[in-house]
């Protein structure tokens, strides 16, 4: 189950971190609520692709040899939770913090949740 839940991720942000360099306009103006978060930059959102699809490494790495990628799949899931922990501190700050949180449920939280979730049952337990 595990690998699963690991491999769509890895599909689906993956997706959109070559969205994000492929095609960073069309993301921009796509994405709910980004336009909110400032001026078009190309350069940073390329940046941030660029992050993206090193997250899906992290979890294809984990899906296809879940020993040896957990260190890679906690990479991810460091990075995917500091993301939401942005959005969380963004969202408490405007004026519509609950319907914020809502739209961003989909894309930020629940990626960032099940990836933790993942690392957390797969990490090796020692005896020490």
Do not use: K
Not at 60 to 84: E, I, T
């Amino acid at each position: 189950m595990n690998r699963w839940i690991t491999a769509v991720l890895a599909v689906v942000l993956g997706a959109n971190g070559l969205a994000m360099i492929v095609a960073p306009l069309p993301w921009y103006d796509a994405v709910p609520g980004v336009a909110l978060t400032g001026a078009f930059n190309p350069h940073f959102v390329r940046d941030i692709g660029m992050a993206y699809l090193t997250v899906t490494l992290g979890l294809a790495w984990f899906s296809w040899r879940p020993a040896q990628g957990w260190p890679a799949l906690v990479c991810a899931a460091v990075f995917l939770l500091l993301h939401a922990a942005i959005h969380v501190g963004d969202g408490a700050c405007g004026s519509s913090p609950l319907s914020d949180f809502a739209r961003d449920f989909p894309g930020v939280f629940l990626p960032a949740l099940l990836t933790a979730w993942v690392a957390w049952r797969a990490r090796p337990l020692t005896g020490a």
